[in-house]
């Protein structure tokens, strides 16, 4: 009976350092992919509010910070839409602008990346640092007309494609 509550014992001892081994892993891929990217705290929290982080391997944290890219992205489409509605005449060239590159990174960036990431990641690389352009034109657009109404989301969506091409490069 002794020798059976010892090796129950001993059972969850080695399942617990088995657990904590491997989180300890998970976390260490993380800090590591995310200390080779431009922003080491966003590229964490990014990562780490995704439940399925702790089980992704390097593609698969790519693919994290790729949804984001593409949830921004659909955003700024539904913020540029809504505001174009309602704009004064001279916003409409820098919106319609704004609508079609971010048209761009969700229907032709986000989808190469997405495929790429597990065959060919030079490709996805490129397709995030052109979604990190592409915000960037958004901003440009404004230039000359008025003040940008997306300065903040542009930088965030430039920023987020930037730690995910960071993250690609360690697959190349």
Do not use: H
């Amino acid at each position: 009976m002794k020798i059976q509550i010892s090796l129950i014992l001993l059972s969850i001892m080695i399942l617990q350092s088995d657990a904590v081994s491997s989180s300890q892993k998970d976390q260490n891929l993380i800090e590591t992919t995310c200390k080779n990217t431009p922003d080491y705290k966003l590229c964490t929290s990014i990562i780490r509010a995704d439940r399925g982080a702790a089980a992704a391997d390097v593609p698969g944290l790519g693919l994290i910070v790729v949804a984001v890219v593409k949830k921004k992205t659909q955003e700024m489409l539904a913020t540029i839409n809504k505001q174009s509605k309602s704009a004064a005449k001279k916003l409409l060239p820098p919106l319609r602008r704004c609508k079609e590159v971010y048209k761009a990174v969700l229907e032709g960036d986000i989808p190469v990346a997405e495929t790429a990431i597990r065959g060919n990641p030079k490709f996805a690389e490129t397709a995030m640092a052109d979604a990190r352009i592409e915000a960037n034109l958004c901003e440009r657009a404004f230039e000359g007309v008025a003040p940008s109404p997306f300065t903040s989301q542009n930088n965030y969506v430039e920023n987020v494609a930037a730690v995910a091409r960071a993250i690609i490069r360690n697959l190349l």
